[in-house]
């Protein structure tokens, strides 16, 4: 299991574990995987209702993080693909014309790992986002439907 919300994850497999010792038929075994899916499934519906609740709220620094993650990765992705090649290209120019002392070193590069995987992310989400409006299952809709 690759997630792990307060510690549920581990939690989960250990007892399906220790069920799987237990229980010997096929269909027992199906039926304990089928519990398990659902105790995953309502981990998820939770979050996901935290997060709607999160994303309504009036307030900027409740419902503001997500646009404010996504704005500090393009303003990386800008820095390190864009401007920064751009900055030691002009850095060297400007220490060939003597402009910048040959000694200052440019400023670095960033070390953006763990900003690329929040990035990559949120990427995800908002494209399963734009998924949703192709197929015409968005949120909005559905919620005008079921009125």
Avoid at 5 to 31: C, F, H, P, Q, W
Wanted: hydrophobic fraction near 50%.
């Amino acid at each position: 299991m690759s997630w792990n919300i307060l510690g549920m994850g581990t939690v989960i497999e250990t007892i399906g574990k220790v069920a799987d010792d237990l229980i010997t038929s096929d269909e027992e075994r199906l039926k304990v995987a089928l519990q398990e899916k659902a105790m995953d499934m309502e981990l998820v519906k939770g979050q996901l209702e935290i997060n709607k609740v999160e994303a309504a709220h009036q307030n900027i620094w409740v419902a503001g993080w997500r646009p404010f993650i996504g704005w500090v990765g393009g303003i990386a992705l800008a820095y390190q693909f864009i401007f920064y090649p751009m900055l030691t290209w002009g850095w060297a120019l400007f220490q060939a014309w003597g402009w910048v002392p040959t000694t200052l070193e440019p400023p670095p590069v960033l070390d953006a790992e763990e900003l690329w995987v929040i990035l990559t992310g949120m990427l995800g989400i908002a494209g399963l986002r734009s998924f949703d409006k192709v197929k015409g299952t968005q949120t909005q809709r559905l919620a005008r439907r079921n009125k």
